[in-house]
């Protein structure tokens, strides 16, 4: 009878979660072997091993298939079966899932090892994204050198790449198709878990966009004062290689000379974590510390040990931060090129974020060990930065001693938070916008550069610093292109932190009618640690608008939390641009596209 049928079937998908925890282990640890030691032998040894567990995962699939868990009584039951009746690329024949993990890890090695020559000193080649290339983009105002390096790594990193890209869409597109999706766009959608993700997507976009195109405006305007009206025009798109990041992702790096109100105290923490001695070990401690007076849990002994914060000098690595979970319950690892200064002070919060995810759902079954939806994931690291970098706790720790708080330095800081947050969103919307019509076959591979950009234009209001052709494959020069992660879930981490943000203040007494949530800090509060605990310790248990629900009280992702953040700086900025007379929008580049 169906109860007894539904014993046996958990019975035997507690055992397959066992073993399937020991197959991700030695998977992630091959993996881990690989990205932090490049070499032709430890990437045979990796895809060797992905098959072997490939095949051992195929082999429990098809028992898996076997069960009517669609007629269980236990929902949780049926959400563990409908997650294992999922295989992924394992689905692949043996020859094609071999060809799929050299395409991949071919790209990602490329990525990883891709040098340069530089601008100034031409017979020195040997400059590598990280720290190199980064620290250009970061302070160089001499727009030569910056066109120079902005092509050369294109040319390395992305045009190297299509061969290996164009197969892998092919390849992918076939694991998609056995694993009963049309494309992998729609394989993307569904760890959303709802039917309108791509609408949904649309619409977060619509609420933004006013605010980004008066952002835009402004910065563009600040930019031709500085560079002239030859290299920024009045109405066009920015130059994508004088925004301070190789992708024009964030803008942070150009707010020195941008900013409202420049004779206002500078607040240039990277200068005071150095004038401090700052070390990449402080700055993983100092986070730790700040999830620990939430009463979150401490970063185990074994990561301390096994975890790679520094640039290795004697071997190459995947220097692009990541988090790892072993699986264990007690091996979690961070392996990035830590650089002491406040872009990186960030993204060490971004990737404790991660580790902090891990660490409160390891009671879990290992399907289970995952983010409500990816996007929660990438957003519980930045929640918590979005209150280290607040003023208030800014001076608490003595890297700032600004002026206390008055409008014009409010609207620096908001300044500073909009060119970072708010620009992030077209960028990430447009890396996967494009990567759908790419899967989908809408975006062939004579037109992938063509599409690239004609997205990045409308969406963004950036254009190539030069004529781009088809014989650029421009997208592949970001790693996430490179590496084969979806990136939509940038796109939603960067809305729903505010979600999650304006409740923990509400919750930590930091925000209310009267106390702006710019300037909250939950610092030591156990009220709000322990709320965020109680929705990281559902993992992808549930659907993840239960989980957002558990947090904030909504079921949606909206908009509304970024906005209110933003809203005086959004009044100012439309002042601002009526007073400059300065065009909102752009129109079409002048820069020829294909
Ligand atoms: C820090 C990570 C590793 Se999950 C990252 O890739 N991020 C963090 C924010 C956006 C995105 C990027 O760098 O493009
Ligand atoms: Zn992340």
Not at 3 to 14: D, N, S
Not at 195 to 211: H, N, R, T
Not at 332 to 354: A, L, N, P, S, W
Not at 498 to 526: M, N, W
Request: net charge negative; aromatic share 12%; charged share 25%.
């Amino acid at each position: 009878d169906l109860e007894a049928l539904e014993h046996e079937g958990r019975e035997y998908i507690m055992q397959l979660d066992i073993a399937t925890g020991i197959r991700r282990k030695i998977a992630h640890k091959a993996e881990w072997d690989y990205t932090s030691n490049i070499t032709k032998e430890n990437e045979e040894k990796k895809i060797q091993l992905q098959l072997e567990i490939s095949k051992q995962e195929k082999a429990a699939w098809e028992d898996t298939k076997m069960y009517r868990w669609q007629d269980f009584q236990d929902v949780t039951l049926r959400r563990m079966f409908k997650k294992y009746s999922q295989l992924g690329v394992a689905a692949l024949p043996d020859d094609k899932y071999k060809l799929l993990m050299k395409s991949v890890s071919g790209m990602e090695s490329n990525y990883a090892t891709s040098k340069i020559c530089s601008y100034k000193n031409p017979t020195k080649c040997d400059l590598a994204l990280e720290p190199d290339i980064t620290e250009i983009f970061a302070h160089s105002q001499n727009v030569s050198e910056l066109e120079h390096t902005w092509i050369e790594w294109h040319k390395a990193a992305g045009t190297r790449a299509k061969d290996n890209f164009t197969q892998y869409v092919t390849l992918n597109n076939e694991a998609a198709k056995l694993n009963g999706f049309k494309d992998v766009a729609e394989w993307w959608q569904s760890e959303y878990e709802v039917a309108d993700f791509e609408q949904q997507l649309a619409k977060l976009w619509e609420d933004v966009k006013p605010l980004y195109q008066q952002l835009h405006a402004y910065v563009r305007k600040q930019l031709r004062d500085k560079y002239g009206p030859e290299i920024v025009s009045a109405k066009g798109p920015i130059p994508a290689h004088l925004l301070g990041n190789m992708w024009a992702q964030t803008w942070s790096n150009i707010e020195s000379y941008t900013r409202p109100y420049p004779d206002k105290k500078e607040i240039d923490v990277t200068q005071a974590m150095k004038d401090q001695n700052y070390t990449p070990l402080k700055m993983f401690k100092m986070s730790d510390e700040f999830f620990r007076s939430l009463n979150l849990t401490a970063m185990p002994e074994k990561f301390w040990q096994n975890s790679i914060i520094e640039k290795p000098t004697d071997r190459e690595i995947v220097c692009h931060a990541s988090a790892w979970d072993f699986y264990d319950g007690e091996d979690f690892r961070i392996k990035q090129c830590t650089t002491v200064d406040y872009e990186y002070f960030q993204t060490t919060h971004h990737e404790m974020g991660h580790i902090q995810y891990f660490l409160q759902y390891k009671h879990l079954p290992i399907i289970f060990r995952d983010g409500a939806n990816p996007g929660f994931h990438e957003a519980v690291g930045d929640t918590i930065a979005l209150s280290v970098s607040s003023p208030k706790h800014l001076r608490r720790v003595g890297l700032i001693n600004g002026d206390a708080e008055d409008e014009q330095t409010e609207i620096n800081q908001l300044y500073k938070m909009g060119i970072d947050k708010i620009v992030f969103l077209p960028f990430a919307y447009t890396l996967d916008l494009f990567r759908y019509g790419v899967f989908r076959g809408t975006t062939t591979p004579d037109d992938y550069n063509c599409h690239y950009w004609r997205l990045r234009e409308s969406l963004q209001g950036v254009e190539p610093p030069v004529n781009r052709t088809e014989e650029d494959f421009d997208a592949a020069a970001k790693y996430h292109v490179s590496a084969d992660v979806e990136y939509a879930r940038y796109y939603v981490s960067f809305i729903i932190q505010f979600q999650f943000h304006r409740t923990l203040c509400e919750l930590a007494g930091e925000y209310s009618p009267t106390k702006k949530l710019v300037d909250c800090d939950i610092y030591q509060s156990v009220e709000a640690g322990n709320a965020l605990a109680n929705m990281l310790r559902m993992g992808s248990s549930h659907p993840w608008p239960d989980a957002m629900e558990a947090l904030t009280g909504q079921r949606q992702m909206k908009a509304d939390g970024l906005l209110e953040y933003f809203k005086p700086l959004h009044e100012w900025l439309k002042t601002e641009n009526e007073r400059t007379g300065e065009f909102i929008g752009w129109e079409a580049s002048k820069t020829p596209l294909v």
